[in-house]
């Protein structure tokens, strides 16, 4: 608290200056209000949208259009009437035949007049209308009322044409599309042939399956005939062929008749050869016989079998009516045949599967187009019966967009009319002063906040004395009174100076460096020191006057100044009297330094004390520091600030300025001092200001 009233004194000028015009804008709305406006009488009405109930409509093969009620989870169709209710479009029809219309120029301010306020999770329109006089209140609301309605109707209105012209030219877009999807359809299934390409599919991959299963039976039947038929052949030693051919030649009846008559003729031949000789004319008789009956079998086996020859023809078959390879040969040929015959079905019903994978492949091939058509039909046809639906939907419900709103109680008019609240108006006088002031101490201390403890542990600066305030600051009146504890102590800190010459200085104007080295000075006197203080500040001369001592006025190369006496061993040399703009000067040319250098080795004082001015309002500050070997650095509390603070402390160094440490002036009360060693950790024990 004590910090906050400390910034407060610190920015006391602009916190004066800005309630100042607070309290005067507050007054003058005050006083405004309640000379030049009038009282306003208010008009109340309430408004009830009812809720539309679900509506479902059969369109007969086009399938069914239902709509539902008005969910207030998913639209707020009462901020759809606020903001029919609060549009120009009736605005400016009311105040066409408003009374008071000449007094608003603009449709903006005339709506102030009306308050619309919906009822949270209800369907109820609270309206309010706002008149000089309580028949203009009631006649703007009512009149209010009325032209909504009539901007109801025409919004209905508009909406019905709108929605049937764009129904129509969405039915007909609807039509165009899905009669030529339904063309695209019919004319890719003519040309391929494909009408359900599932059930074509599925029929075309049982009949393959069919085909190759009969196949599979056939080739294993015709597999085990032909496995039949080369045991057969093996049986008999001959070839399948051969067997066919001796068969035939077998069954051949006059091939038979010229075999027995060749056997007949061989038995008789035998008997005669026994008898006679070979070339006898009996035996060459039958030889010739035999010859002949030779050439009529290979007539008749040319005859019976064509191109072939003996040897694939066993021309012994059939000698005997009971010869068992009869029936080898015709279970030999049967296999043959039957395995044959298996391979020729095999063969045919490898071609029907062949042409039916042929279709397959190009069903498969052009299922993907047809799917596609069939898709785009059906999204066409949707979209047709939909646009029927919507088209049917806005027939049999109209009032969805826009309801018919129910008045529940005509305009009523307050009794009371609504005056300026003076209370309400100095209360936000009131919380503007104290927020803008917060507000401007914030901006203020931003820019130059004030000197805080932990700044001055940064620069790592003994406080060699906390100065309180003075119960009688001016010590000049009574230089024998009592000198306070505390300047004692700051004198006590200073008596091991090597060099006993001291110069006080500040920061800014009205820290106290003055009464500091004004104190200082009757505190050493106290212990007995011959002290000379120097009024090293020519441009204010504060120790001069508060001494009551004239500026001295010195000749160009004069001599040093003599110093008056002010008290038993306290002297005081007055501020020179030199043009400002000679005073950088003087200090540069080494005419102080000069004057110092005299004073110290007059030898008549045991301490010399300096009061120069400000660092950052006087350049000669740093002249003076840089002569002068040590520097006592003064700040008040609640009061320095910080920038100028550490700035002329940065300053100081620079010059290479000896400072001995700090004293804070103005504390609220007395703190014993600590002393620090230069260069260790040191620690400030300070009261909060």
Not at 102 to 111: A, G, I, N
Not at 179 to 192: I, K, P, Y
Not at 444 to 472: A, F, M, T, W, Y
Request: with cysteine; hydrophobic share 40%.
């Amino acid at each position: 608290m004590k910090q906050i009233f400390s910034i407060a004194r610190k920015h006391w000028l602009p916190l004066l200056g800005f309630n100042s015009a607070v309290l005067a804008a507050t007054i003058y709305a005050a006083f405004y209000a309640s000379t030049s406006i009038p009282p306003v009488w208010t008009a109340n009405a309430k408004l009830n949208l009812p809720q539309t109930g679900g509506l479902s409509a059969n369109l007969g093969p086009l399938g069914s259009t239902q709509t539902t009620a008005l969910n207030f989870k998913d639209v707020s169709p009462l901020d759809v009437q606020l903001a029919i209710l609060t549009s120009d479009a009736v605005m400016k029809r009311v105040q066409a035949v408003d009374p008071e219309k000449s007094l608003y120029s603009k449709v903006s301010s005339f709506s102030q007049l009306f308050v619309v306020t919906p009822q949270p999770a209800t369907t109820l329109i609270e309206v309010e209308a706002q008149g000089s006089r309580p028949d203009i209140a009631y006649k703007r609301l009512f009149t209010f009322l009325e032209v909504y309605q009539e901007r109801l109707n025409e919004l209905r209105r508009k909406d019905a044409e709108v929605r049937v012209q764009y129904t129509q030219e969405e039915l007909e877009q609807a039509r165009l599309n899905l009669n030529q999807a339904q063309a695209n359809l019919s004319n890719f299934q003519r040309s391929t042939g494909l009408v359900d390409s599932p059930e074509q599919t599925k029929g075309l991959i049982s009949a393959i399956n069919n085909l190759k299963t009969t196949q599979a039976t056939l080739i294993a039947q015709g597999q085990a005939n032909a496995t039949q038929a080369q045991a057969a052949a093996v049986s008999l030693g001959i070839t399948p062929q051969q067997a066919m051919n001796s068969l035939r030649l077998g069954e051949n009846k006059e091939y038979q008749a010229t075999r027995t008559q060749l056997s007949q003729l061989e038995s008789t031949m035998a008997v005669t050869r026994s008898k006679y000789r070979d070339d006898s004319p009996q035996v060459q008789s039958l030889l010739q016989q035999r010859q002949q009956l030779l050439r009529q079998l290979n007539q008749q086996i040319a005859v019976a079998i064509p191109g072939a020859n003996a040897a694939q023809i066993d021309t012994t078959l059939g000698n005997g009516p009971n010869d068992s390879r009869l029936e080898l040969m015709v279970e030999l040929i049967r296999n043959q045949t039957l395995a044959q015959g298996a391979q020729q079905q095999a063969k045919q019903i490898q071609k029907q599967v062949d042409k039916l994978n042929t279709e397959l492949n190009f069903i498969t091939k052009n299922q993907a187009q047809l799917l596609d058509l069939q898709r785009k039909y059906e999204i066409a046809e949707g979209v047709y019966k939909g646009v029927i639906a919507q088209s049917e939907q806005s027939k049999t419900n109209p009032f969805n967009a826009y309801p018919n709103v129910q008045t529940l109680n005509e305009p009523t008019i307050d009794p009371r009319p609504s005056i300026p609240n003076l209370r309400l108006i100095v209360t936000g006088g009131m919380l503007a002063a104290i927020f803008g002031s917060m507000a401007l101490i914030f901006f203020l201390e931003n820019r130059n906040p004030l000197l805080k403890p932990k700044d001055l542990q940064q620069v790592e600066l003994p406080v060699l004395g906390s100065i309180p305030h003075l119960k009688q600051p001016s010590m000049e009146r009574n230089l024998a009174a009592e000198i306070d504890i505390e300047f004692q102590r700051l004198a006590s800190s200073i008596l091991m100076l090597e060099h006993p010459c001291l110069m006080v200085t500040s920061a800014t104007a009205g820290e106290g460096k003055t009464t500091v080295t004004l104190g200082l000075a009757l505190a050493l006197l106290n212990f007995g020191f011959r002290v000379l203080v120097i009024d090293g500040d020519l441009r204010k001369a504060e120790m001069s006057r508060r001494l009551g001592k004239n500026r001295i006025k010195v000749a160009a190369n004069a001599s040093p100044p003599t110093p008056v006496s002010v008290s038993p061993g306290f002297d005081l040399l007055p501020a020179l009297s030199i043009p400002k703009q000679k005073i950088p000067e003087f200090f540069a040319r080494g005419s102080f330094e000069r004057n110092i250098k005299a004073m110290r080795d007059s030898g008549g004082y045991d301490y010399v004390l300096i009061d120069s001015p400000p660092v950052g309002l006087a350049s000669e500050t740093n002249l003076m520091s840089a002569v002068v070997c040590n520097v006592l650095f003064v700040l008040r509390s609640g009061t320095s600030d910080r920038y100028p603070v550490m700035n002329s402390l940065e300053q100081l160094t620079r010059y290479n300025a000896r400072i001995m440490g700090l004293v804070v002036n103005g504390s609220d009360s007395q703190t014993a001092v600590y002393r620090y060693g230069y260069g260790r950790q040191r620690e400030l024990l300070e009261h909060e200001a």
